[in-house]
Structures are given as structure tokens and as C-alpha cells.
């Protein structure tokens, strides 16, 4: 691969600092970080989202640890905006949803939400961020009590905000976000319990489910986790909750097993065989030879469901090559990873803005059905920078040494 290919470290590092210095753009001076547009301006429409301001404090955290000027200052922006605008001090925890200030537009709290606000605090406070390891002690003691379920070796999804009520769904996504916080954290603070809980999940939904549905992973289940097939096909394209499978997350889920089996002492030989099974059917179901891209969903058959591309999904997709490449060796890895930095190349990232296009149609022009601006740097930034790094321990123990 030539120096200025894509895909190449040092391709890799022009179009990561560009990203960066449009993300530096959703910073709100009064607290957190807003929901961009197109064009890298707020979108006065959106309220302050937990995820994204989690995962911003994330992004700007690992970069500080990689080299990156001005990045501390920002991730200590978002541990603030988490220890406050997002804070419930009433009963513990943090809210989705927020307007200006602070006040909950939605009042529930997620699994989801309150992973990411553990990636975050863990990724910080490997950064020396202040505040941050205040912000790790009481999102591992929220997630670790209120989201985690022993019994069934997995977490809850979504619970009333005083705690006294756990919702009946159960998903896989916000398990898979939780997967890989616990590696983080386990890394960060040195306790095995994390990594531990991370396997267990890794056992149930892929082990179990997805190795029971050929390799495609149920997301949606009820409250004794059964999977729901059905689950959102009059809504298909819902950001979160989409109806059938979702190979972006099985390519996800294949990144996340092999940075798993890379940090245990004596990996089981079930993930390495999960991890490559997961990323074929999703080769499988999506790859097409004359088509760039990859669909968003799939029905349980294998077919398409919702045609969009998503730039989370290739950006997984990448990941996992690269991941398995690493881990096996195999050409077949390398193939598809340098296919698809081409077409992130040609079609994702944005010669303008520097950030990448979030969701586009069939044809490669850009789409709203999904999703509208571009709010999130979390998918591209660990695309652009986990190919360096070895799989374990993770990206923030690191990150610093491969500068």
C-alpha cells in the first residue's frame, strides 16, 4: 500500500485531523456538545444528546492520549457537561435527552446512554482528564448495579429514572456498547470483573442467538430474552431499534470478540470461530461486486431491507477486516479492507468539511431517511486510528505508544 493510498497510516492521519477539527465544531461554550449539520453548523432542532456528548468527550479523549493539541481541554469540556448537564443528582445516573439547561426532555435511562458514559470516563481518566475519575467511580458503580443482570449474564435495557422501574425490552445493541466499555474499563482500572461480564455477554447474544440464527444476530428480545424477529418491521429504518438483522453490528460484534479473545490469558476457541462466522454471513448478505456500499438491514433471509449506506456500517466493516487481518493473517481481510477504504475514500469522507457523509442511497448521494446532519465522530475516528493499535489492551492503554 503506497503512502498516500487509502487506508494507509499516513492517508489515515490527514483525514483523522480534518474529522477532528470538524468535530471541534460541536462544542457549545456554555456546556457539552451540540448535533451538527451538513455543514458543521448546530442544528437548532436537536436538544443535547447523551450519546453524542459521551462520545465526544471519548473521541477527543483518545486523541489527546495519541498527540493530539487541544484535545484535553475538550474531553475535560465533556466530563463536565456529563458530571452536570446530563447528571440526575437527585437519584443517580444520566439523562438522554437534555435542552440547554439541563432540564430532561426524556426522563428514562438507557443502557445505552450510560455505556458510552463509561467508555468515556474510563477513556478520560486514562487521559488525566479532571474530573474524570470521579466520573469513571460513579458510572461503573450505576452500570455495574442498576444495568447489569447477573442472572441472565447481560444487562437491562432502559429503567425509570428513580430506578424502581426496569422497562421489558432487551437489546443487542446497547449489550454490544456495553462489551466494549467493560474491555475499556476493565483496562483502565485493572479489575477482571469487566472483561469478565464482557465475555459473558459475548456468550449469550453471539454463542447463543446469533450462532442459533446462522450467524445473523437477533437484536431485539423480551424481558426473559427471547428474540423478537418481527420486532419494528412497520418501522424498518429506525435508528436504534431497526427491524431485522444489522451487519453493521455483526461486523461490530467480530471486531469486538477478536479484542476480547486478544485479552484473555487463555481465549476460548469459540470466539475466534463466532468472530469470523459473524463477518462472513454479513459478507455474505451485504457485498455486492457492482454496488458500493453496505446495506444498513437485512431481512432473516439475507435480503436487503433498508438499502442505505451507512457510514458507521463501512467504517465496522473496515474495522473487522482490519481486526482479522491482524489476528489470522488471511489475505481475504486485507482484500476487503483495502475495497472498502476505497469506497470510504470515494464516497464517505467529505472533501469540504472533513467530516464524512453519515447516510447515503444506493446510487452514493446523500440521504435523510435515518439520519440528518453529521452529528457523530466516534465510527470514523476509531476507523481511522485502531488499525495502528495492537487488539489489546485497548485503545486508550495504547494509543500513545504508536505515535
Given at each position: 500500500?503506497?503512502?498516500?493510498?487509502?487506508?494507509?497510516?499516513?492517508?489515515?492521519?490527514?483525514?483523522?485531523?480534518?474529522?477532528?477539527?470538524?468535530?471541534?465544531?460541536?462544542?457549545?461554550?456554555?456546556?457539552?456538545?451540540?448535533?451538527?449539520?451538513?455543514?458543521?453548523?448546530?442544528?437548532?432542532?436537536?436538544?443535547?444528546?447523551?450519546?453524542?456528548?459521551?462520545?465526544?468527550?471519548?473521541?477527543?479523549?483518545?486523541?489527546?492520549?495519541?498527540?493530539?493539541?487541544?484535545?484535553?481541554?475538550?474531553?475535560?469540556?465533556?466530563?463536565?457537561?456529563?458530571?452536570?448537564?446530563?447528571?440526575?443528582?437527585?437519584?443517580?445516573?444520566?439523562?438522554?435527552?437534555?435542552?440547554?439547561?439541563?432540564?430532561?426532555?426524556?426522563?428514562?435511562?438507557?443502557?445505552y446512554?450510560?455505556?458510552?458514559v463509561?467508555?468515556?470516563?474510563?477513556?478520560?481518566?486514562?487521559?488525566?482528564?479532571?474530573?474524570?475519575?470521579?466520573?469513571?467511580?460513579?458510572?461503573?458503580?450505576?452500570?455495574?448495579?442498576?444495568?447489569w443482570?447477573?442472572?441472565?449474564?447481560?444487562?437491562?435495557?432502559?429503567?425509570?429514572?428513580?430506578?424502581?422501574?426496569?422497562?421489558?425490552?432487551?437489546?443487542?445493541?446497547?449489550?454490544?456498547?456495553?462489551?466494549?466499555?467493560?474491555?475499556?474499563?476493565?483496562?483502565?482500572?485493572?479489575d477482571?470483573?469487566?472483561?469478565?461480564?464482557?465475555l459473558?455477554?459475548?456468550?449469550?447474544?453471539?454463542?447463543?442467538?446469533?450462532?442459533?440464527?446462522?450467524w445473523?444476530?437477533?437484536?431485539?428480545?423480551?424481558?426473559?430474552?427471547?428474540?423478537?424477529?418481527?420486532?419494528?418491521?412497520?418501522?424498518?429504518?429506525?435508528?436504534?431499534?431497526?427491524?431485522?438483522a444489522?451487519?453493521g453490528?455483526?461486523?461490530?460484534?467480530?471486531?469486538?470478540?477478536?479484542?476480547?479473545?486478544?485479552?484473555?490469558?487463555?481465549?476460548?476457541p469459540?470466539?475466534?470461530?463466532?468472530?469470523?462466522?459473524?463477518?462472513?454471513?454479513?459478507?455474505?448478505?451485504?457485498?455486492?461486486?457492482?454496488?458500493?456500499?453496505?446495506?444498513?438491514?437485512?431481512?432473516?433471509?439475507?435480503?436487503?431491507?433498508?438499502?442505505?449506506?451507512?457510514?458507521?456500517?463501512?467504517?465496522?466493516?473496515?474495522?473487522?477486516?482490519?481486526?482479522?487481518?491482524?489476528?489470522?493473517?488471511?489475505?481475504?481481510?486485507?482484500?476487503?479492507?483495502?475495497r472498502?477504504?476505497?469506497?470510504?475514500?470515494?464516497?464517505f469522507?467529505?472533501?469540504?468539511?472533513g467530516?464524512?457523509?453519515?447516510?447515503?442511497?444506493?446510487?452514493?448521494?446523500?440521504?435523510?431517511?435515518?439520519?440528518?446532519?453529521?452529528?457523530?465522530?466516534y465510527?470514523?475516528?476509531n476507523?481511522?486510528?485502531?488499525?495502528?493499535?495492537?487488539l489489546?489492551?485497548?485503545?486508550?492503554?495504547?494509543?500513545?505508544?504508536?505515535?
Open positions: 500500500m503506497s503512502d498516500d493510498a487509502p487506508g494507509s497510516a499516513s492517508w489515515r492521519h490527514t483525514v483523522r485531523t480534518r474529522l477532528l477539527a470538524f468535530a471541534r465544531r460541536s462544542v457549545r461554550p456554555e456546556g457539552g456538545f451540540v448535533w451538527l449539520d451538513d455543514e458543521g453548523e448546530r442544528d437548532p432542532d436537536k436538544k443535547l444528546e447523551l450519546w453524542i456528548n459521551a462520545r465526544m468527550t471519548y473521541v477527543f479523549a483518545l486523541a489527546h492520549i495519541g498527540g493530539s493539541e487541544d484535545s484535553l481541554r475538550l474531553a475535560e469540556h465533556g466530563v463536565t457537561a456529563l458530571r452536570t448537564l446530563f447528571h440526575d443528582d437527585e437519584h443517580g445516573g444520566w439523562f438522554d435527552v437534555v435542552d440547554e439547561d439541563g432540564t430532561p426532555e426524556v426522563t428514562t435511562k438507557g443502557c446512554g450510560h455505556a458510552f463509561l467508555l468515556a470516563a474510563a477513556t478520560a481518566t486514562a487521559a488525566g482528564a479532571q474530573g474524570a475519575q470521579a466520573l469513571l467511580d460513579e458510572a461503573a458503580d450505576v452500570h455495574g448495579r442498576r444495568f443482570d447477573g442472572e441472565a449474564g447481560r444487562c437491562v435495557e432502559e429503567i425509570s429514572a428513580d430506578w424502581s422501574e426496569i422497562d421489558l425490552y432487551r437489546g443487542a445493541n446497547s449489550n454490544m456498547h456495553t462489551v466494549e466499555a467493560y474491555l475499556v474499563t476493565a483496562d483502565v482500572t485493572g477482571a470483573v469487566w472483561r469478565q461480564r464482557a459473558a455477554i459475548c456468550e449469550r447474544i453471539i454463542g447463543i442467538h446469533a450462532r442459533a440464527h446462522d445473523r444476530i437477533p437484536e431485539h428480545y423480551d424481558a426473559d430474552w427471547t428474540p423478537i424477529l418481527s420486532y419494528n418491521d412497520e418501522s424498518p429504518a429506525d435508528p436504534f431499534r431497526p427491524y431485522g444489522t451487519p453490528h455483526a461486523f461490530e460484534w467480530s471486531r469486538l470478540l477478536e479484542q476480547l479473545a486478544a485479552s484473555l490469558e487463555e481465549p476460548r469459540w470466539i475466534r470461530e463466532a468472530a469470523e462466522a459473524l463477518f462472513a454471513r454479513a459478507v455474505d448478505d451485504t457485498v455486492d461486486d457492482d454496488t458500493p456500499g453496505l446495506p444498513y438491514t437485512t431481512n432473516w433471509f439475507g435480503e436487503p431491507a433498508v438499502q442505505e449506506r451507512f457510514h458507521w456500517v463501512i467504517a465496522e466493516a473496515v474495522l473487522a477486516a482490519e481486526a482479522l487481518h491482524i489476528a489470522t493473517g488471511h489475505a481475504l481481510y486485507a482484500g476487503l479492507a483495502r472498502w477504504w476505497s469506497e470510504i475514500a470515494e464516497h469522507v467529505d472533501d469540504t468539511t467530516s464524512w457523509h453519515h447516510e447515503l442511497t444506493v446510487g452514493m448521494r446523500p440521504s435523510t431517511r435515518t439520519w440528518r446532519g453529521k452529528p457523530d465522530a465510527h470514523a475516528f476507523a481511522l486510528t485502531f488499525p495502528d493499535l495492537p489489546a489492551p485497548s485503545a486508550p492503554l495504547t494509543i500513545g505508544a504508536a505515535r
